[in-house]
């Protein structure tokens, strides 16, 4: 994990403590708040604008450096291909720990899904010992996972996702307002291939950010929308019949 990615997340979080905002560090750093969104999503922050950044705060590098530490040596950044599988093997607690992940409250659960308060707390229990939460009394959920948590490439998750909901996500005609459906075809070099899947990454980043700083709002003022990101090497089967054998890609 970047660690540069890992204190500008830091940095973040302690501006939004403060209740700072981008144009109050636009401001510190005489630049336009769009340049300040830019620096933070392409990490390219100078020493001296990032202790600037800090001033503003009362901070000093150090300090934020150790703030770094102390909030991600503790947290989970994956599972391991067990935890993983135990997690797909049971549907129920699978669709528990997409709730806790995007921070919903136990009330929430067991008011939203028809699971029994027992169950609930059976599964929380088990999330608890595989360290993604800590159970707090009153059946509090604590998420112990870092902020760039994610499921293993190709792991028990991934796989369980691809298999199952990827036909049923593309069930639907893209055409409400809130839905994008975008296919792009076109030839790359490796080095613009390299680029663009940066950007890809720099986007995905973007979505947990905001999914993060919607998680203080109420359940009703939020919905759950799924993103699929992909770039590969494909030629459409229906050409396929028409290509030379010599030019044929082998998948």
Known sequence: MSQTKNLLSTLKIALKAQNKTYADVAK???????????????????????????????????????????????????LSVCQEQEIADDLVLLLITVCVLNRWSFNEIVMFYDISKP?????????????????????????????????RD??????????????????????????????????LSLQSNGEFQRRLMRLAREFNELNDQDSALELDQRTG??????????????????????????K
């Open 154 to 187: 190709n792991g028990p998750i991934q796989q369980f996702f691809q298999r199952v909901i990827s036909h049923e996500f593309f069930q639907s005609d893209f055409q409400k307002e809130n839905e994008q459906l975008v296919v792009l075809n076109g030839m």
């Open 28 to 78: 510190t750093l005489d630049l336009s708040e769009a340049s300040v969104k830019r620096l933070f999503n392409q990490q390219e922050f100078s020493l001296s604008r990032l202790e600037e950044t800090c001033k503003l705060l009362n901070m000093t590098i150090s300090d934020l450096v150790q703030l770094m530490n102390e909030r991600y040596q503790s947290q989970l950044q994956q």
């Open 225 to 250: 929308y799924t993103v699929v990101m992909a770039l590969r090497t494909w030629h459409y089967g229906v050409f396929e019949s028409h290509i030379r054998t010599e030019n044929r890609v082998k």
């Open 119 to 151: 169950e609930c707390i059976r599964k929380l229990v088990h999330l608890d010992k595989l360290k993604i939460i800590e159970l707090l009394p009153n059946n509090h959920i604590k998420l112990r996972v870092s902020p760039h948590f994610s499921w």
